[in-house]
């Protein structure tokens, strides 16, 4: 019998490209960064100068090669979004504002952009 792929389920993110976050638990706990790429099927996020690995590159025509280090991707449990107002960790609600629906932080009740 053929095996059948069904759409993986993807919930809805609290954490755009882009966004202040800083890390709650891990390896790196404590840094903060900005989000530079959000993998949503895997729930991961990549934050920049955060989970920074070693990789060994070959040489080709553009790079000579060597050893680059480079962040690798986190996922979005371990990250807490910054609030705009106090700078702290906060939880991220959502509501309708003028017809659009609109993050604020739980903390500060603050729109964030």
């Known amino acids: 019998m053929a095996k059948i792929n069904k759409p993986q389920f993807t919930a809805k ?3 755009k490209k882009g966004d202040r976050v800083v890390v709650i638990a891990g390896a790196s706990k404590g840094k903060e960064g900005e989000v ?6 895997k729930n991961k996020a990549i934050v920049e100068e955060v989970n920074v690995v070693k ?5 080709s025509q553009d ?3 060597g050893i680059v ?3 690798a991707p986190i996922h979005i449990s371990n990250l807490a979004l ?3 107002k106090s700078g702290e960790a906060t939880r991220v609600g959502r509501k309708i ?3 659009k629906i609109v993050r604020y932080s739980k903390k500060s009740g603050e729109i964030i952009k």
């Open 13 to 15: 993110l609290k954490i």
């Open 69 to 71: 280090e480079q962040p």
């Open 36 to 41: 530079l790429e959000i993998f949503p099927g």
């Open 63 to 65: 790079n000579p090669g």
């Open 82 to 84: 910054l609030d705009p």
């Open 97 to 99: 504002e003028n017809g």
């Open 55 to 59: 990789k060994h590159q070959k040489p």
